[in-house]
C-alpha cells in the first residue's frame, strides 16, 4: 500500500530564516498532496495542496513543490515566525480510493525569536 | 473549522466499557471520515464515509464502528475489544470528489480519549 515519508522528525530555526520539510510516497498514481499544520492539543489545519498536474504552488510565505518522477514534495516556509512553530503533517492521496490519505509522521518545527 | 463539532473534548473509559464520540458538520458534506492520532505518529484512518447509510473500514478498523444514518453525523464507536484506546480521535468531512478529484478534508477539535 501506500507509504508516506517525511523528514526531519523535528526542525529548529531562528525566526527569519526558511524551512523546508520533504515528504516521499510510494504510490506513482497518487495525485493529491496536502499539508496540514497542527498546534498543540488543536485540529490539524489545511494550509496547502496541490495536484500532480502541477509542479509547485506558493501562498505568500508558504510553498509547495512536487516532483512526479522521484515521488517527493516539499513544504517550504520562507521568513519564519515564532506563531509558525507547529507540527506540520504531509498527505498522499491513494489511487483507485476515495478520497483516501495517508500521513506522514509529522515533523515538530520550533522558530526562535 | 467551526463546521465540525466533536464532542465531548475528554473522555474516560472503563475497562470493558463501549465509549462513543461524537461528531456533527454543518458543511453539508457528503464525505466523513475517522482518524486516530498517536503521540509521535501520524494520522490513521478507522473508518470512512462516502454517503449518509454506507461507510467503510480504514487501516485500523478493529475494535470500533461507527454509523452513517444522517449526513451531519457520523458516530465513533471505541467498543471493548480495541486494548488500546488511548489516542486523540480526530474526525474530518469534505464534499465529494468530482470525477475522482480529490477534495480537502477539514478536522474537528477532536477528542482525547484515555483508559481509566
Known amino acids: 500500500g501506500e507509504n508516506v515519508e517525511q523528514h526531519p522528525s523535528t526542525l529548529s530555526v531562528q525566526e527569519g530564516d526558511s524551512a523546508v520539510i520533504k515528504c516521499t510516497y510510494s504510490d506513482s498514481a497518487s495525485n493529491y498532496f496536502p499539508w496540514y499544520k497542527q498546534e498543540l492539543g488543536k485540529r490539524p489545519q489545511l494550509i496547502i495542496d496541490?495536484?500532480?498536474?502541477?509542479g509547485e504552488k506558493k501562498d505568500q510565505r508558504i510553498a509547495v513543490t512536487l516532483n512526479k518522477t522521484a515521488k517527493h514534495f516539499s513544504l517550504h516556509i520562507t521568513e519564519t515566525q515564532p506563531e509558525d512553530s507547529a507540527v506540520y503533517f504531509c498527505a498522499a492521496s491513494i489511487s483507485l480510493s476515495f478520497q483516501k490519505l495517508v500521513f506522514g509522521t509529522g515533523t515538530r518545527l520550533l522558530v526562535s525569536p | 473549522d467551526g463546521g465540525i463539532t466533536q464532542s465531548p473534548k475528554y473522555l474516560f473509559r472503563k475497562e470493558g466499557q463501549n465509549v462513543t464520540l461524537s461528531c456533527e458538520q454543518n458543511l453539508n458534506h457528503d464525505a466523513m471520515y475517522w482518524y486516530r492520532q498517536d503521540p509521535g505518529q501520524g494520522l490513521r484512518l478507522i473508518y470512512y464515509s462516502q454517503i449518509v447509510n454506507d461507510f467503510q473500514k480504514g487501516d485500523i478498523a478493529e475494535g470500533y464502528s461507527v454509523s452513517r444514518e444522517k449526513k451531519e453525523s457520523f458516530p465513533l464507536t471505541v467498543t471493548s475489544a480495541q486494548k488500546n484506546p488511548t489516542a486523540f480521535y480526530l474526525c474530518?468531512?469534505?464534499?465529494?470528489?468530482?470525477?475522482?478529484?480529490?477534495?480537502?478534508?477539514?478536522f474537528g477539535d477532536g477528542t482525547r480519549l484515555s483508559i481509566l
Open positions: 496541490i495536484r500532480s498536474n502541477v
Open positions: 474530518a468531512s469534505s464534499t465529494n470528489p468530482g470525477q475522482g478529484v480529490n477534495q480537502p478534508q477539514h
